[in-house]
């Protein structure tokens, strides 16, 4: 994989983050970049791990609602983007570290959970610049866990399934409607905003046969100020479903969706 991508064509630069095990360390000769989870936005769930990271770096990269939650930590010179200048901002980052600066690249949550693409694309741009510079993940404390706290599902007894991607969500789709059907299981799920959001979800669930009195709790904003967490049946939440932008839901794109299955 190298320059731009297109998600229907492939490679799906989240499979090219996964393409391979990580390199071993070498204390001696390794000086990675490193793509941090900095957790749900609240500081006090950075790892100090991923916070030494970003403090060290001479240059940092992610997107601007991420970079905004850890510029004080750093005096690194911070690229900010969005989806149309993420390529720009990533270019810039790689020409740099292959320079010799050294280089953190941030996304929300933990990137094992959510955030493949981009790791895919920060790895896919530091090994266009240089080869021998390896891109470790340093994980974070993602949304998820907390909704998994929050709802008191536990994750061995719980699907997980993220939607906040570009492309397909064919087979994800097919994997929340046998979690909450054939196999009875609680459903942690990451929507999309803003076409996928939980309304949709749920009224998705319900043409696949879910049963219509599972509790659905939208958990919003997790450890900020204003989090809240919305309590439906699963037929209350459909009545949420339709459109594709923000207008159209009463949620914000900070948000888990729980279903839990009678315990």
């Known amino acids: 994989m190298s320059g731009e991508y297109d998600l229907d064509a492939g490679p799906d630069p989240a499979t090219f983050a996964a393409g391979a095990a990580e390199p071993d360390i070498d204390e001696r000769a390794d000086n990675p970049v490193y793509a941090v989870g900095v957790g749900p936005g609240n500081q006090e769930y950075l790892t100090p791990r991923g916070e030494r990271a970003i403090r060290e770096a001479d240059v940092v990269v992610g997107f601007t609602t991420v970079v905004e939650f850890v510029a004080d930590l750093t005096d690194a010179d911070l690229l900010t983007c969005g989806y149309k200048d993420e390529a720009e901002a990533l270019e810039e980052f790689g020409e740099r570290v292959a320079a010799g600066e050294s280089g953190t690249a941030v996304a929300m949550g933990d990137p094992n959970h959510s955030g493949y693409q981009f790791v895919g694309k920060v790895q896919d741009t530091v090994e266009r610049h240089d080869s021998t510079i390896p891109v470790r993940v340093v994980p974070g404390i993602s949304s998820i866990q907390l909704a998994a706290s929050r709802a008191r599902t536990p994750m061995e007894d719980t699907e997980f399934v993220t939607l906040h991607k570009s ?40 043409e696949e046969g879910a049963d219509p009195d599972l509790e659905a709790l939208v958990c919003e904003k997790l450890t900020h100020d204003a989090e809240e967490i919305h309590r439906f049946t699963l037929e209350e939440l459909a009545d949420h479903a339709g459109g594709d932008g923000t207008e159209d839901t009463p949620f914000s794109d900070l948000v888990v969706l729980a279903v839990r299955q009678p315990v």
């Open 167 to 206: 492309g397909d969500l064919e087979s994800d789709m097919d994997r929340l409607a046998a979690a909450a059907t054939t196999d009875e299981r609680h459903l942690l799920v990451l929507p999309r905003p803003y076409d996928r959001m939980p309304g949709d979800l749920a009224a998705f669930l319900l």
